[in-house]
């Protein structure tokens, strides 16, 4: 099997426009969650989210590109220019027959279908659709604009597995380019669902906090008072590539991927199984792959989306698995900054991981007051503060709904 390495990193979020931005945010405890100012949220219960701030794609692209995508290809192209910079990759020198994409995006083009579908209903005699209606709406867009875009002519799809899906990217890229059939693959995901439907839809299912009178502290993983998910928009993509291409070219090395692991809870459309089965058994799975134990894990960046039952059901999997070396793990959850990228999720939390091996920093959980009870005692869930620490390995964990499971595993790099 072929060795796979992180040569190039781009980051888009409420927190941050660029990976440096991010990082920078996160290790200061920043939130990112404010009143929703897209549209008039006011007949919601919910009327927050993660809003990019300052985003223009026009700095990424030419008008006529853009009104051509929906924001989540839109953004998907912002991560892809910081990405390619990053990674200092002279296309024009590269075979790009072995070049690919994978991306993953959980609703995909939700604005573009809203507000067309909303115009139509205006109008029922005289039906009049935009001709980039379908091409700006379906989920593999995204993948398909980058190929496109980069004359990628290796792999490229999207990957669906609701809030798993960047993840689901990731692991599937590792897995063929361990296999020979790629030397580079962009891997990542982007959402754009700040929009009515998405936050009625969510609202409607009782997902969502409701805290509007402190929406800066809403998002609150492991605390007792928390009471749902915060939406948020943005993207995330890694440049995986093959060790010896890699080092071929001189290129910077952040980390290695050592192993994905994949599974179903196999139990409830919308809700993880409370005592985590398919999380243990994902985990253990990517553990196993890098031939390692769960032992030499130094941090886990959780799902951790501030839901009562998943946060709970998260945490009981992690000290089943790493039961033996609770006292030396710290995991967090980003979220309670970011809030919730849906299917972009994974990607910027796998970032997340591989900045703290890099600076051996652990990014905090804050708008922790008083970690709930039920949660183990032994648990360091890195409260509302970062921590110095170096760190060797980190597990990254995404679920979705419907029960899908995936976790990458990057530990530092040694030639």
Request: with cysteine; net charge negative; glycine share 8%.
């Given at each position: 099997m072929k060795r796979v390495v992180v040569t190039g990193m781009g980051a888009l979020s409420p927190v941050g426009n660029t990976v440096e931005d991010f990082w920078t945010s996160l290790i200061a405890g920043k939130s990112g969650i404010a009143q929703i100012t897209k549209f008039d949220p006011s007949p919601f219960k919910t009327k927050f989210a993660g809003e990019l701030k300052g985003f223009d794609p026009l700095n990424f692209m030419e008008k006529s590109e853009a009104r051509k995508m929906d924001a989540f290809s839109q953004y998907a192209i912002a991560v892809m220019d910081e990405c390619l910079k990053d990674s200092g990759i002279d296309l024009t020198k590269s075979d790009l027959g072995r070049f690919g994409v994978i991306?993953?995006?959980?609703?995909?083009?939700?604005?573009?279908?809203?507000?067309?579908?909303?115009?139509?209903?205006?109008?029922?005699?005289?039906?009049?659709?935009?001709?980039?209606?379908?091409?700006?709406?379906?989920?593999?867009?995204?993948?398909?604009?980058?190929?496109?875009?980069?004359?990628?002519?290796?792999?490229?799809?999207?990957?669906?597995?609701?809030?798993?899906?960047?993840?689901?990217?990731?692991?599937?890229?590792?897995?063929?380019?361990?296999?020979?059939?790629?030397?580079v693959i962009f891997a990542g995901g982007s959402e754009a669902c700040i929009t009515r439907s998405a936050l009625g839809g969510f609202s409607s299912m009782k997902a969502l906090s409701e805290r509007n009178d402190a929406p800066e502290s809403a998002s609150r993983p492991f605390d007792v008072s928390r009471d749902g998910f915060v939406m948020a928009e943005g993207g995330g993509v890694l440049m995986l590539e093959e060790l010896e291409h890699a080092k071929k070219r001189g290129a910077k090395i952040y980390c290695e991927?050592?192993?994905?692991?994949?599974?179903?809870?196999?139990?409830?459309?919308?809700?993880?199984?409370?005592?985590g089965i398919g999380a243990?058994?994902?985990?253990?799975?990517?553990?196993?792959?890098?031939?390692?134990?769960?032992?030499?894990?130094?941090?886990?960046?959780?799902?951790?989306?501030?839901?009562?039952?998943?946060?709970?059901?998260?945490?009981?999997?992690?000290?089943?698995?790493?039961?033996?070396?609770?006292?030396k793990l710290h995991i967090s959850a980003t979220k309670s900054m970011t809030g919730h990228l849906l299917g972009a999720a994974g990607a910027i939390e796998a970032i997340a991981c591989i900045k703290a091996i890099e600076t051996g920093i652990i990014?905090?959980?804050?708008?922790?007051?008083?970690?709930?009870?039920?949660?183990?005692?032994?648990?360091?869930?890195?409260?509302?503060?970062?921590?110095?620490?170096?760190?060797?390995?980190?597990?990254?964990?995404?679920f979705g709904f419907g029960g899908h499971i995936f976790v990458s595993l990057y530990k530092k790099y040694n030639a």
């Open positions: 991306w993953g995006t959980g609703i995909g083009g939700i604005q573009t279908f809203e507000e067309e579908v909303l115009a139509f209903g205006k109008n029922l005699d005289t039906p009049r659709f935009s001709p980039f209606f379908i091409t700006k709406m379906i989920s593999n867009m995204a993948a398909g604009l980058i190929s496109i875009r980069y004359k990628l002519r290796g792999v490229s799809y999207v990957t669906t597995s609701a809030c798993a899906s960047g993840n689901n990217a990731i692991v599937d890229a590792f897995n063929i380019i361990r296999l020979g059939k790629a030397h991927v050592a192993g994905g692991g994949f599974g179903s809870d196999a139990y409830h459309i919308a809700a993880t199984h409370p005592d243990i058994a994902a985990m253990l799975d990517a553990i196993d792959e890098a031939g390692m134990k769960p032992e030499d894990v130094d941090y886990v960046s959780t799902h951790g989306t501030s839901t009562p039952v998943g946060d709970l059901s998260e945490c009981k999997a992690i000290c089943s698995v790493f039961e033996k070396s609770l006292d990014p905090p959980t804050i708008n922790l007051n008083e970690i709930d009870p039920t949660i183990d005692k032994r648990l360091n869930v890195t409260p509302n503060k970062c921590v110095k620490k170096e760190v060797n390995v980190a597990l990254n964990n995404t």
